[in-house]
Nanobody, 127 residues
Framework: QVQLVESGGGLVQAGGSLRLSCASS????????MGWFRQAPGKEREFVAA????????SYADSVKGRFTIARDNAKSTSYLQMNSLKPDDTAVYYC????????????????????WGQGTQVTVSS
């Protein structure tokens, strides 16, 4: 089974940046779609970004397009979420997720499509 561990969360002022990391272990990392989701208090878990296992396809929620960038380093079995121009509305617990696929350029944007989840890391953006 795949194990995922997030890191990099914290407190940042509006307009600032953070980079989240997701370390993966257990199976061949290059065959997994990697996704990021977030959940604010009282709200549903929502899609943020995803990257195909080949790294050539990415997908972003409309709310973060142009500000966030997802990437992966298969040699390190790690995915990243670079978060720029942060807003108070970005405050949430951020979760890393993974699912195995045979399609090298596929990305998934629904929580139900993912089989493995990290514990989450808190991101707080002050105004």
């Amino acid at each position: 089974q795949v194990q995922l561990v997030e890191s990099g969360g914290g407190l940042v002022q509006a307009g600032g940046s953070l980079r989240l990391s997701c370390a993966s272990s257990g199976r061949t990392f290059s065959w997994y779609i990697m996704g990021w989701f977030r959940q604010a208090p009282g709200k549903e878990r929502e899609f943020v970004a995803a990257i195909s296992w080949s790294g050539d396809s990415t997908s972003y929620a409309d709310s973060v397009k142009g500000r966030f960038t997802i990437a992966r380093d298969n040699a390190k079995s790690t995915s990243y979420l670079q978060m720029n121009s942060l807003k108070p509305d970005d405050t949430a617990v951020y979760y890393c997720a993974a699912v195995r696929t045979r399609y090298s350029s596929t990305t998934n944007s629904y929580p139900r499509d993912y089989d493995y989840w990290g514990q989450g890391t808190q991101v707080t953006v002050s105004s």
